[in-house]
């Protein structure tokens, strides 16, 4: 005991002594108290088991640090915020001492050891009131009991208190058991915005309990008075809260890195987040300038002349008048920015005929239906509605969702839809505060509920998804194919197994999607741009579902020595340029001989190998799980169609292609593409495809199969009618026909992509240059279809100007007159091909 305090006597002293000179910064000074408070606890925990059962190891006993202690930022005179954990199975114990007892007893003489004051003073006061109701509750804690209070009943202010958690002490693996466990219950994916309500409730409650020192000048609370520390830690957390499940680069423990990050990933303005971190580290230096005084665990200053004019002094200014004044605008800039963290609520919508004429003055065309709906809300019959904790943020959002969608194209759609969506939800309490604190976002939510059955249909099945736009980086092009995977394979957590990882990567992927649709509807991306960004996340998660299948299938049967996996793409995959609803037309190959064996528990031959991995990718990528479904995934394209094995050997491929393939898997192999492999083996395939794509072949034969192949489309899948981009005479399969079909004859223009290939072929003279922008022109109408219209019926009137712009058009019978002309020139271009294979 004598030497634990002796030591941190003189790190104080030291560390006074190199702050008052200007030596040392405050971050160097708050590291350097935790690092030793550390060291002391390590020693503390160590001395209290070794005294109970010598020669016994540091084993099922953790402590975690919380607080300041938890962040690195530990003050002068700062207790030490500590939880402390057992595990019943390993901790050292006496002979029949229960184990619940042994812990309270080492945890007894940790806190003995710390704190108890003797002639050489005292290590680091204690406080283990932060544990779950310690009111009733021993100070040490089973660790699974522990999980199982903050998995279920933990209170909101538990959040952002283990922000700053961190294992400080004794079995370190046990404290990261905890830590790993209690993630998902700190760190929340979806947005929660009724973080920033309940910190601020704490908030009041602390300047209920500390009046006294809530106005500024001498006396001031410089952690708990309005506008103090307090605030800018609760500021910071508040919106760490609400955006780190979905940003771990905001997770910082240390208020001033966390600020910092902040900053930087554009959730606070870069002066805001500097105002923010100068008020913060003044207030946090004239703190220590108080406590230096006496070595009081005080957070007030002087309110004495005499008293303040001491603690000026020893910041080196001439009087307390000049404090004050060095301290006031730091004072006022946190408050200001502190109060304005809460949106202002609004007043709410009326009930009865005053509702009905409100809506009517909201351009509603039906007010009593409206109003009707909105009653329906109340009465609290949907699920997520039954609740005061969500019935409170929903009729807080409700004026600007009302006003929003009165202003919207279709109001009455947007709230027909709406009302599917609440039906739908589990719970409202996070999409309502969400609603609540961004009306920019309501009225996203308007466009995309007034005009997108699509996206409104995948908002009713997971809200979260309209998280995602409350970032303007949600209105991007996604960024490469390598930057997505990187960013879908990122884990959350330690410990997640496949099946969590499935789930994770579905919510990513989808809500990427789901942004993409929305950049459409709200006119922020041309809908080509769109399908290409839509293909990006579909390799990128072909990439990370694929490597996930084969990890976990290598499990049991190890590799196969020599071989890989091969995916192809092919359609709109393989072309780069997908819709919102797109399959995946994919044949999976692998290198190598298929003689060859894996060298797993459970070995077996390359074609049975990777027979059996196949259906796992496929299956990663296609089973619906609690997240949601993904893609469809379309083998029928594999060497055989459904009558083929689902995977086969590079040199199989390229056999069956060169021998056996019909005209139109040739056609099919023109929008190839490799999209999984090593590098080596992707160039192998890609070299494969091109050989055989230059082989020469019979024009007739060529032209007559795709004329048969045509018709038999046509047959079984008839055109939905006259805006069925896709089947329709005239539309984009007749185009995909002819240029695959001159593609093979020629041997030209071969690129999967079908701009760069119609570019080709019309500049060897071999189709229409207006081609080009037909097929862009019925691209961006297919893509904006699939979220307008999926049914290929015509929109209704209200959307029929947004598909014209998403077109580039300037309204509806600018887009008809251009589509008109577009299919015609296809239709003609088609049939005098197909009149030639006649001839």
Known sequence: MAALRRER???ALALAIGDLAGLLTLEQVTATLSQLADRVLERAVAAAIAERCPGAPVRGFAVIALGKLGSGELNYSSDVDLLFLFDPATLPRREREDSGQAAVRIGQRVVELLQKRTEDGYAFRVDLRLRPSPEVTPIALPVDAAISHYESSALPWERSAFIRARHAAGDAALGRYFLDAIHPFVWRRSLDFGAVGEIQAVTGQIRDHYSAGQKFGPGFDLK??????????????????????????????????????????????????????????????????????????????????????????????????????????????????????????????PGSAALEERLAGLHFPDPPAAAARIEGWRSGKARALRTAAARDPFEAMLPGLVEAFGQSSDPMAALNRFDNLVERLPSGVNF?????????????????????????????????????????????????VATLADDFARRERRGEDYQMLLDRVRARVNGVRFALGAQIVLARSDPLDAA????????????????????????????????????????????????????????????????????????????????????????????????????????????????????????????????????????????????????????????????????????????????????????????????????????????????????????????????????????????????????????????????????????????????????????????????????????????????????
């Open 9 to 11: 006597t003189g790190h």
């Open 224 to 349: 708990r008075g309005r506008g103090g520390i307090r605030e800018v830690e609760f500021y910071t957390q508040a919106l760490q809260l609400i955006h780190g499940g979905r940003e771990p680069q905001l997770r910082a423990p240390a208020t001033m890195d966390a600020l910092a990050a902040l900053g930087a990933a554009g959730r606070i303005g870069a002066d805001e987040a500097a105002a923010l971190s100068d008020a913060y580290r003044l207030l946090r230096t004239i703190e220590h300038r108080v406590q230096m005084v006496d070595d009081k665990q005080t957070h007030q200053l002087p309110p004495t002349p005499e008293g303040l004019d001491n603690v000026a002094q020893l910041h080196g200014l001439a009087d307390g008048a000049a404090l004050l004044d060095l301290l006031r605008p730091h004072v006022e800039s946190v408050a200001d920015h502190y109060g304005a963290l809460a949106p202002q609520s609004q007043t709410r919508l």
């Open 432 to 480: 309502f505060r969400l609603l609540e604190a961004r009306p920019a976002v309501v009225d996203y939510l308007a466009n995309i509920l007034s005009h997108a059955p699509t996206l409104a249909d995948q908002l009713g099945r997971r809200s979260e998804l309209l998280d995602g736009l409350i970032d303007a980086s949600a209105f991007a092009p996604p960024p490469d």
């Open 532 to 839: 290409r960004g839509y293909a990006r996340v579909a390799e990128a998660a072909i990439d990370v579902l694929a490597r996930a299948a084969i990890a976990e299938f290598e499990r049991q049967h190890g590799k196969v020595p020599g071989s890989e996996l091969l995916i192809l793409g092919l359609g709109r995959l393989g072309g780069g340029e997908l819709t919102h609803a797109s399959d995946l037309d994919l044949i999976y190959l692998f290198s190598g001989t298929h003689e060859a064996q894996s060298d797993g528990s459970k070995p077996l031959r390359a074609t049975d190998y990777f027979n059996r991995l196949a259906p796992r990718v496929s299956a990663a990528l296609s089973v619906p799980t609690a997240a949601g479904p993904l893609y469809d995934v379309d083998l029928r394209l594999r060497p055989s169609g459904r009558d083929g094995l689902l995977a086969v050997s590079l040199p199989s491929f390229a056999d069956y292609q060169a021998s056996h393939a019909w005209t139109f898997e040739h056609m099919a192999l023109t929008r190839a593409r490799p999209v999984f492999g090593s590098p080596e083996a992707r160039a192998a395939l890609g070299a494969t495809v091109a050989e055989i794509l230059q082989s020469e072949r019979d024009p007739g034969k060529v032209a007559a199969d795709a004329r048969t192949m045509r018709r038999e489309i046509a047959r079984h899948k008839p055109a939905k009618g006259p805006f069925d981009i896709k089947l329709g005479e005239g539309g984009l399969v007749d185009l995909e026909f002819l240029v695959q079909s001159l593609q093979l004859i020629h041997r030209t223009g071969l690129d999967p992509r079908m701009d760069v290939a119609l570019t080709a072929l019309a500049e060897a003279g071999l189709v229409l240059p207006d081609l080009v922008e037909d097929y862009r022109l019925l691209t961006r109408m297919l893509v904006t279809f699939r979220l307008v219209s999926p049914q290929s019926a015509e929109p209704p009137p209200p959307s029929r100007a947004l598909v014209a712009q998403a077109c580039g058009l300037a309204d509806w019978d600018a887009l008809l007159e251009a589509h008109d002309e577009a299919r015609q020139r296809v239709s003609q271009s088609w049939a005098a091909f197909a009149a030639q294979a006649e001839e």
